[in-house]
């Protein structure tokens, strides 16, 4: 698989899943190089009164430590981010993450459309979006916004999606760059990975 | 949903600020952004422009518009680990040095936080003999807050939270069902003092052994929540307590170093400087 439009002007990376994602998820995030030099900003559903353990499992997966940020916290260079329980997540045009308690988006708090949409406005053609497995609507706005603002958008082939309402949901609204299986997601992210060590 | 400049939204809050005196200029831009759009939707107004000329023109549809534009969703027992250290070590604490405790729930929106409190302190058997301070800038939810009367299906949630902070009662004793609503028991906010007040604009007006402000803050940018801190660390009497939102932090505050933490995952803060 080749990437026509690789290549270093990338500021971040934001994913988007749900049901069926976790596995995904898991395994970009032990596959991707150590080094790998773009903030990596995740929304993904989760139980909303948990408010333990999902960041310490994806952790223990991740070649690099997942951080659930506070609001107002900088986003730096080559972490990986998490959206909190129970908490909206957006980040502002300094690049910080700013969270909310407003009321759920499709259902869901965290709301992948509120993190996709606002990241879009903040990094603009800067930014790469990837939406993942999933059992509602979710995340297609957010994607729809990516592409518009010059982004890159990739989903996972609904064919491999233990449930493919969300990525099917964006393919239907917008003209989606990649649609791709998560091995070759990992691809992408090693290729991209590599146009930054020169 | 269509988008909106940042300039629209500071024609907006210049607007609001000088007809009727509410600034809303440090507001964190994105979430408010979010909001003003769904407003225009809501009242199927085409642009800012006109929703702007529609605040000036009409005094009425601005305090409708304040309903809308600050955010109140909230819960009973939010987060309820964070009830638990309450119950049973920060309020033991204070009551080693103090035989009354004052409280001020700080933007308490539709109340659910206060009656939380209440009911703690109601099997405590402190509720009589604290005082509680319960403000809002929003008159209606003010209003709301003092009536106590919640949709019946936001109980579900509420009882379950209240079940893990494990409370000595059965939830339901607490309120009255009625036509799809919850009635709260109206004896436990007898005492409470439900006032407007505008953490923004306002004036520090007491000193408080605990001050809650938990997820207020997240809504303004970092010089508004300096601004704000400020006035919260002058309301809080010297080695009391502020408690904020589990993913709030006071460390990019200029006053931090004022407060200690006492417990991290839960954000509860001591206040040692004056």
């Known amino acids: 698989m080749r990437f026509a439009d690789i290549n270093d002007s990338y500021r971040a990376v934001v994913i988007g899943g749900s049901a069926g994602s976790f596995q995904g998820i898991t395994k970009i995030l032990s596959n991707i190089p150590e080094s790998f030099p773009l903030p990596i900003i995740m929304c993904l559903h989760r139980l909303k009164h948990v408010r333990n353990g999902f960041m310490e499992a994806l952790s223990i997966k991740s070649v690099k430590p997942v951080i659930e940020p506070y609001d107002k916290e900088g986003i730096k260079k080559g972490k990986v981010y998490l959206a909190p329980a129970n908490y909206h997540m957006y980040i502002e045009l300094g690049h910080t993450f700013a969270l909310s308690t407003e009321s759920m988006v499709n259902n ?65 609204i917008t003209e989606i760059d990649y649609t791709l299986s998560i091995e070759n997601i990992i691809k992408f992210l090693n290729e991209l990975a590599k146009k930054y060590s020169n | 949903m269509q988008e909106i400049h ?57 305090q409708e518009f304040l309903s809308e ?78 009536k106590g009367v919640y949709p019946i299906k936001n109980m ?28 709260m028991d109206k004896s436990l906010v007898e005492n409470v003092s439900f006032r407007i007040h505008d953490l923004v604009n306002g004036m520090v007006f007491s000193k408080f052994d605990i001050v809650m402000c938990r997820n207020v803050m997240i809504y303004f940018n970092q010089t508004l929540q300096n601004d704000v ?14 408690a904020i939102g589990s993913k709030e932090s006071l460390i990019w505050c200029e006053i931090a170093n004022k407060f200690i933490v006492v417990n991290n995952e839960e954000k509860v803060y001591k206040k040692i400087k004056e």
């Open chain 1, 108 to 172: 869901s708090r965290p709301s992948i459309d509120i993190t996709l949409e606002s990241s879009a406005y903040s990094y603009k053609q800067r930014l790469i979006g990837i939406l993942l497995s999933g059992a509602n609507k979710d995340g297609a706005i957010g994607m729809k916004t990516i592409k518009e603002k010059g982004g890159l958008t990739i989903v996972q082939d609904p064919a491999e999606c233990l449930i493919d309402t969300m990525p099917t949901a964006a393919l239907r």
């Open chain 2, 6 to 62: 940042i300039v629209d939204i500071r024609k907006l809050a210049e607007t609001i600020k000088e007809k009727y005196n509410y600034d809303f200029t440090n507001y964190a831009m994105s979430s408010f952004k979010r909001r003003v759009s769904r407003i225009l939707e809501l009242y199927k107004f085409n642009n800012v422009e006109s929703l702007i000329k529609k605040i000036s023109e009409s005094e009425a549809y601005f």
């Open chain 2, 69 to 146: 534009i600050t955010v109140n969703v909230t819960e009973m027992f939010r987060d309820p680990s964070f009830w638990r250290v309450l119950r049973d070590k920060i309020i033991p604490n204070i009551l080693l040095n103090h035989q009354k405790i004052s409280i001020w729930h700080a933007g308490c929106s539709s109340g659910e936080e206060v009656y939380s409190m209440a009911i703690l302190l109601k099997e405590m058997g402190i509720l009589e003999s604290s005082k509680i301070v319960a403000t809002d800038i929003d008159p209606i939810i003010i209003e709301k807050a003092k």
């Open chain 2, 156 to 183: 579900d949630l509420n009882d379950k939270n209240y079940l893990r902070v494990q409370g000595t009662e059965d939830f339901n004793k607490y309120y009255e069902e009625k036509n799809g609503y919850a009635y």
């Open chain 2, 229 to 242: 801190l400020k006035k919260l660390h002058e309301s809080i009497f010297k080695y009391g307590y502020l």
